[in-house]
């Protein structure tokens, strides 16, 4: 089993920044590839950004520029750091790791609000 919890989510202005943090613990050497999802009210749940074991990353069109998902190896924890947010980034963003096994995990999910 893998666990995963996210934080770093809040209430931030548009143009502001948050960084978000996934850290996972458990039988972690699975783990090929770790993404973040987003899932904004009567939305449904769409990938934001993915990084492999490797370090290969890819991004939805609509962050491309403005969003940067990175990993510490060391720490067992995955990053969004997020800038120049819009007020369409509002949502609940989650993390899912993917298994070599066929299995998916996901944390319980981090709110973030962006609004003057």
């Known amino acids: 089993q893998v666990q995963l919890v996210e934080s770093g989510g809040g209430l931030v202005q548009p143009g502001g920044s948050l960084r978000l943090s996934c850290a996972a613990s458990?039988?972690?050497?699975?783990?090929?590839?770790m993404g973040w999802y987003r899932q904004a009210p009567g939305k449904q749940r769409e990938l934001v950004a993915i990084?492999?074991?490797?370090?290969?990353?890819n991004y939805a069109d609509s962050v491309k520029g403005r969003f940067t998902i990175s990993r510490d190896n060391a720490k067992n924890t995955v990053y969004l750091q997020m800038n120049s947010l819009k007020p369409e980034d509002t949502a609940v963003y989650y993390c899912?790791?993917?298994?070599?096994?066929?299995?998916?995990?996901w944390g319980q999910g981090t709110q973030v609000t962006v609004s003057s």
């Open positions: 990084i492999t074991s490797g370090g290969s990353t």
């Open positions: 458990g039988s972690i050497s699975s783990i090929y590839a």
């Open positions: 899912k790791g993917n298994s070599a096994y066929g299995k998916e995990y």
